[in-house]
């Protein structure tokens, strides 16, 4: 349960072992010179900048990982190694089983226009190309046949809901139709492993809420693997199966984001769960007592994966406890309405 | 802070030149005329043109001998490589712009080549006849409609017909046909340099300081050079144009390429493009703006130099206006001008709208529908060929008016302008007259005088000073090695005539442009008039200023300032409105907020911080004065553009030429220097840019 449950399904999608990217020209012997993590202030020394500080870390198919850092915590950085947009400095990264870093560039090429997908903060259209050129783009890069890729590139604006606007310019789009293209040419070439970095950071706050949901629905069609960046805490929250912290290059903490913020390993990364609105977080599950045959239950009972907010007030109105039950229907706990309370309102829970 | 700065700037000027002054008075010129080095720098470096003139020398008479197959001889003889390919290159120019120009003025030397003169005579239907004008013209409208619509259509309708009724058709059409060849080579070249720096830093690294130099070249130097490894003739000409106007499409190829938002470029990395398709696909069309407006410089260029290009064997309209203004003819060298405007505001206008033009991928069309165009000007070009042979029926004494103006049966206004000048002559003759004396004795010798008594080592320290004071001290010790080549040359005099001419355009033009500037700035209306102006007048080739200011003030110095007065006022005034223009709407209610009255308003926000945007005017004004003081050694200046034209003619111009040349590039990329890095500190430190 505390890994999302998710460690245990076969071989990983993404793997990455001990990952660095450092910037500068002493980079190598800074690298020789610690084991671990490097030291900010040995690295400063050597004129260097390290984005990437000893990532390891693995995805599951089908896993939403979502890398969360504020601006300069190397969460693209680490993003853009493992797509090899950048080149990392150490480190393996593999790709269903084949290391991405040492690939010569045909593999590469022969990766990217299978197996990967991703979406860019600032859209990264094509200017010149309609919203159909430009889904059909990587189709016709990989050397699909003109009617074959704009029929694909069709479905693929009906997806996202862009019907009608085909043969507009990408100038001719708000910031949320734009991002919508981007997303229609990721996903245009069906990869198995979807990145986007902060695809939805540069849209108005309403727009973002909906292009979430938007995505959320995409997601639960499609069930990619994906790698999804972000500096928005919210959002990651509202996403994610598990969420990586990232703070100067280096991962604070990688769990569900029930645990992040019931039990945050670092003071950085409680300063960040503080002010988040716990029910709007926390399962059922993480707030359940553990079954009493001798309690009386009420007739209400909720699955142990809904989020508190969505039934609280369901549980408040019942005078006695609720049972709680897992995807079968069999019970599995109780929920005391003083619990409830407690952990929306208390400072601290203390306990699951 | 701030006023402590200014202070100490302040400060640092007074002692500059007050130590300027000390040392122009103390170093005078030694009595013996040697050995003074503070005086004059010892010309260390004059062997320089003599090196290139060996080395020119040696790689087309020596350089790689190999065995050629002489047709006439029938025999194997040994000729240096490098002629060999500089030989085959002008043969094939000459054969291209040949053939364009037979397509239009009719001619039968390119089927010949193709066939033979007995080919020819057995059938004459091959003696291909020149297209009536009527039909370029038609084509012309039709182009113009296609890319913006009617009003290009009428524009160049009427240029045409202008060229065709003043009797220029047969001139015009040479100078297009060059055109029609240097200018796509300058394009493709432009487009390889651009991608190659684009793509490999060492590259750009070596071409950036080249294509420095090559911008602010003036354009006699590329002659020289051009005459002793082509000859003279079309081909040079072209291959002169080509060298003058490619760098600037170098530039804004790797501008363009470098502007390609890197979200675009991983986008398509991550689509899986190859390199090529990287390229082809992905940067180029995204860069496609700035390499249209590449283009467009790339036609002006050559539009500027055809004049230039005249000098070393372009026939057309450049050759007539030489001629015209060799023997004094004012007016025909007004109406010639005039048709070279009007070909460069035509080409302006069109590539332009070509760049700003964008496809319609989807516009599902019927065939007829897609080759409209094309049909149209299939029926332009029946109806036009249909007109001429019955004009050569209408008009019975031999000139068919339908087909080809002749030279001397157009129109001509000539003796309207010559009675023009005739009579500002008559009627200003003494006002003009004591305006120039005036100017001559008692502001531009006194001037020149002064500028040849300052001691070189009191020249070095007062443009070091300054570059030390506002751009740091790198910039000062660019500035110096730019100095010190010219100090070392035997060309140091020449080239203080050059500075002196210069400066006074400068600064009067500076003054002018700036106000001007500034008041059109007031208004919404004015600026966008002054702007629209401003493009209109720098589509005109350079050479073409010269000729009103000859008209009015004979061939003196007087001319040549005036002419680069007028030619330099343009950036200053265009700079200026567009600084003043782009200061943030929101400081101006912050001022108003404060209080501020309109001139208030002007002194304290606006300028300080238009100023940057500004200089940056005043820096192309430097260039274009400089390059203007250069071309108008053509009517007679005894600076360092007299020296380059008298290298045209001389056996050992070459290197003289080289070198003169890379003197004036060097004072005009000294300034840059110098007030580019200003500007640059001065933006970064207001935070714009």
């Known amino acids: 349960m505390s890994d999302g449950g998710l460690q245990s399904q076969g071989s990983p999608v993404i793997r990455c072992e001990s990952v660095y990217k450092i910037f500068g020209k002493n980079a190598g012997s800074l690298l020789n010179g610690s084991n671990g993590f490097i030291n900010q202030a040995e690295a400063a020394a050597a004129s260097c900048i390290v984005g990437v500080n000893n990532a390891s870390f693995e995805v599951q198919a089908g896993e939403l990982l979502i890398i969360m850092g504020l601006s300069g915590s190397g969460k693209s950085t680490l993003l853009r190694c493992i797509t090899r947009l950048s080149d990392a400095t150490a480190g393996k990264i593999l790709i269903e089983g084949e290391d991405i870093l040492t690939m010569n560039p045909k593999e590469l090429l022969e990766v990217r226009r299978s197996k990967m997908g991703m979406v860019f903060q600032n859209f990264g259209l094509l200017p010149h190309k309609t919203v159909l050129e430009n889904i059909a783009f990587p189709l016709q890069v990989k050397g699909g046949t003109t009617k074959e890729s704009v029929e694909r590139a069709r479905d693929m604006t009906q997806l996202v809901g862009l019907q009608g606007r085909e043969n507009y310019f990408p100038r001719e789009l708000s910031g949320g139709q734009q991002q919508r293209v981007g997303i229609a040419r990721s996903l245009a070439v069906e990869p198995d492993i979807w990145f986007l970095d902060e695809p939805f950071s540069a849209l108005d706050p309403l727009i973002r809420r909906e292009m979430q949901d938007e995505f959320l629905r995409l997601q639960a069609a499609l069930k990619k693997t994906i790698l999804f960046v972000t500096h928005d805490f919210d959002e990651a929250l509202r996403l994610a199966d598990r969420i990586a912290i990232m703070k100067e290059g280096v991962i604070e903490q990688l769990d569900t984001p029930a645990n992040i913020v019931l039990n945050p390993a670092t003071e950085y990364v409680r300063k960040f769960t503080e002010e988040v609105p716990r029910e709007k977080v926390l399962k059922i599950e993480s707030v359940m007592d553990a079954l009493d045959a001798s309690e009386d239950l009420s007739d209400l009972t909720v699955s142990r994966d809904a989020i508190i907010e969505t039934v609280a007030e369901a549980i408040l109105n019942q005078s006695k406890p609720v049972g709680v039950t897992d995807d079968s229907g069999t019970l599995v706990g109780s929920l005391h309405a003083s619990h409830v309370v407690k952990v929306l309102f208390g400072q601290h829970t203390g306990e699951q | ?689």
């Open chain 2, 1 to 689: 802070m701030f006023r402590l700065s200014l202070q100490s700037k302040l400060t640092q000027f007074t002692v500059l030149l007050l130590v300027f002054a000390a040392l122009c008075q103390i170093i005078g010129p030694s009595e013996d005329g040697s050995g003074n080095y503070l005086w004059r720098l010892p010309p260390l470096l004059k062997e320089i043109p003599f090196l290139i003139n060996d080395l020119v020398r040696g790689l087309m008479f020596e350089w790689m001998p190999i065995d050629v197959y002489d047709p006439t001889i029938e025999e194997y003889e040994q000729k240096p490589l490098f002629r060999e390919i500089t030989r085959a290159v002008s043969s094939a120019f000459l054969f291209i712009i040949g053939a364009v120009r037979e397509l239009i003025l009719g001619g039968s030397k390119t089927i010949v080549a193709f066939t033979s003169w007995d080919f020819l005579r057995d059938n004459p239907w091959a003696d291909w006849p020149a297209l009536p004008w009527t039909v370029v013209a038609g084509w012309a409208m039709v182009l113009g409609y296609r890319l913006q619509g009617w009003w290009m259509a009428i524009l160049a309708g009427l240029a045409s017909l202008y060229i065709s009724i003043f009797g220029q058709w047969a001139p015009s059409m040479k100078t297009l046909s060059f055109i029609l060849i240097a200018a796509p080579v300058s394009v493709f070249i432009g487009l390889v340099f651009g991608i190659l720096a684009y793509k490999n830093k060492v590259i750009e690294a070596l071409l950036n300081p080249l294509l420095n130099v090559a911008q602010t070249m003036p354009h006699y130097s590329y002659l020289v050079p051009i005459i002793v490894l082509f000859g003279v003739g079309d081909h040079a000409a072209a291959l002169v144009t080509i060298l003058f106007a490619t760098p600037s499409m170098v530039r804004l190829v790797l501008l363009g390429l470098k502007n390609v938002p890197t979200d675009v470029v991983d986008a398509g990395k991550m689509s899986g493009c190859s390199e090529f398709q990287m390229l082809f696909k992905v940067l180029i069309p995204t860069a496609k703006r700035d390499v249209l407006i590449g283009v467009n410089q790339v036609v002006m260029q050559c539009l500027s130099m055809t004049v230039i290009a005249a000098f070393i064997g372009a026939q057309g309209l450049g050759s007539n206006l030489l001629i015209a203004l060799n023997s004094l003819r004012i007016g025909t060298g007004l109406e010639i001008g005039i048709c070279i405007v009007l070909i460069a505001v035509v080409f302006d206008k069109m590539s332009l709208a070509w760049a700003h033009k964008q496809t319609d991928y989807f516009a599902d069309l019927s065939f007829v529908e897609r080759h409209k165009p094309l049909l149209i000007c299939g029926v332009i070009l029946v109806t036009g060929v249909l007109l001429a042979m019955a004009g050569s029926l209408l008009f019975e004494e031999g000139f068919n008016y339908f087909y080809i103006v002749p030279h001397n049966k157009g129109i001509t206004t000539a003796p309207f302008w010559q009675a023009g000048v005739d009579w500002v002559w008559d009627t200003f003759f003494y006002m003009l007259k004591t305006f120039n004396e005036w100017l001559i004795t008692s502001v531009l010798v006194p001037m020149r005088d002064s500028y040849l008594a300052m001691p070189v080592i009191a020249t070095f320290v007062l443009v070091m000073g300054i570059a030390y004071i506002l751009a740091g001290v790198r910039s000062a010790l660019i500035v110096c090695g730019f100095l010190l080549f010219i100090a070392l040359s035997e060309y140091w005099d020449r080239a203080l005539i050059t500075m002196y001419m210069a400066t006074f355009a400068v600064i009067v033009s500076g003054v002018i442009g700036v106000t001007l500037g500034s008041l059109c700035a007031q208004n919404e209306y004015a600026s966008k008039a002054v702007l629209l102006l401003c493009d209109f007048l720098q589509t005109f080739p350079s050479f073409i200023y010269l000729i009103p200011v000859i008209m009015l003030f004979g061939i003196t110095d007087t001319s040549v300032l005036i002419a680069s007065l007028a030619y330099a006022i343009v950036p200053a005034t265009r700079f200026t409105v567009e600084g003043l223009r782009s200061v943030p709407p929101v400081l101006h209610d912050a001022g108003a907020m404060c209080g501020v009255s309109r001139l208030q308003r002007l002194v304290s926000i606006d300028f300080p911080v238009a100023f940057p945007h500004i200089m940056l005017g005043v820096n192309q004004t430097v260039n274009f004065a400089l390059m203007m003081v250069i071309i108008g050694a053509f009517i007679g200046t005894i600076d360092l553009g007299q020296l380059i034209l008298k290298a045209i003619s001389e056996p050992q111009g070459t290197g003289i030429g080289i070198t003169l040349g890379i003197c004036v590039a060097f004072i005009a990329l000294a300034a840059d220097q110098i007030i580019r890095t200003w500007a640059n500190n001065r933006k970064k430190m207001l935070g714009l840019d």
